[in-house]
């Protein structure tokens, strides 16, 4: 069973160090565990490997954890919003790993099931895959990629209950659960903690075996990285008024 934190500062009491892997769930601004990223950057912690689908943008998500000058490598597969990540990496101050998001997904699975290392096409022929093992199998040719284990992961779900069995909504859920399997000691923080029995085992996505830490969710308002608006169309037969 999962032990119940008061606060995101306190599940990581004790357990940051300085040079870590971090492994962090969501996608852009959307499903991120911010209450733990915000306990990561006022922890001090420095010279960190950061391993997530990207790095938010600037000010926002990890983006703050680059902005304290905390991060010394990052593994991820997109970073296009984020402006002083790009200025950190031309400047040589970042290290940088890219990686094709789906592989990146797939590194992280395999980690949390203990299979050190896969073969995949994508890549091939391409800078990805330069200085990895190759193979050819039915006369086509992989790459050999490793997976990601993290010293600790942190997860947004939408619903937990207090056994750390997670369900998560939308968009939240394509990279949280991967990471909560990846990493050697992993924290969610939960919009919603009920009482085990209260959920639907057919919508459990991650099962409390993985999560060592919860904690309660802020309430907060939802960030995204670009909003597109446009002019309701008037219905059909509607009275516009002047």
Known sequence: MATMFSSAAESLAGVLHDGMTLAVGGFGLCGIPADLIAAVRDSGVRELTVVSNNMGVDGKGLGVLLEAGQVAKVIASYVGENKLFAEQYL??????????????????????AGIPAFYTKTG??????????????????????????????????HTADTGGNLMYRYT???????????GQFTIAEAEVIVEPGHLDPNQVVTPGVYIQGLVQAMARHKDIEQRTIRPRPASAGAVVAD
């Open 91 to 112: 400047a040589g101050i970042l290290q940088v790993e890219f990686t094709p998001q789906g592989t990146l997904a797939e590194r992280l699975r395999a980690g949390g």
């Open 172 to 182: 939240a859920r394509n990279f949280n659960p991967v990471v909560a399997t990846a």
């Open 124 to 157: 091939v022929g391409t800078v990805v895959a330069e200085g990895k093992p190759h193979e050819e199998f039915d006369g086509e040719r992989y790459v050999l990629e490793r997976a990601i284990t993290a010293d600790v992961a942190l997860v947004h779900a």
